[in-house]
């Protein structure tokens, strides 16, 4: 079982940057995949960014080269730097955890970039 914990959403002028993190129940070195995804008003959930346990990363075209993910395994914990936020980054953002065929996902952070 893993528990995931977003945190560090919140109101942002375009142009800005914020980091997201998520915090991971027990040892995320053995969780194959964590990932970003976000959903705005009247949309579907989308793939924003993935990171492998070694490593290897996958963004969505829309946020290459603005946003970076990564993640500290000593600190059980995923981050996602985003910069040059844009209204249309506006959602919530979902940590996503892929262990053992099993998925788990977070709660859910609100981010609101205004323009």
């Known amino acids: 079982q893993v528990q995931l914990v977003e945190s560090g959403g919140g109101l942002v002028q375009a142009g800005g940057s914020l980091r997201l993190s998520c915090a991971a129940s027990?040892?995320?070195?053995?969780?194959?995949?964590m990932g970003w995804y976000r959903q705005a008003p009247g949309k579907q959930r989308e793939l924003v960014a993935t990171i492998t346990n070694i490593g290897y990363t996958n963004y969505a075209d829309s946020v290459k080269g603005r946003f970076t993910i990564s993640r500290d395994n000593a600190k059980n914990t995923a981050y996602l730097q985003m910069g040059s936020l844009k209204a249309e980054d506006t959602a919530v953002y979902y940590c996503?955890?892929?262990?053992?065929?099993?998925?788990?996902w977070g709660q859910g952070t609100q981010v609101t970039v205004s323009s």
């Open positions: 996503h955890a892929l262990k053992g065929g099993n998925s788990y």
């Open positions: 027990g040892r995320i070195f053995s969780i194959n995949v």
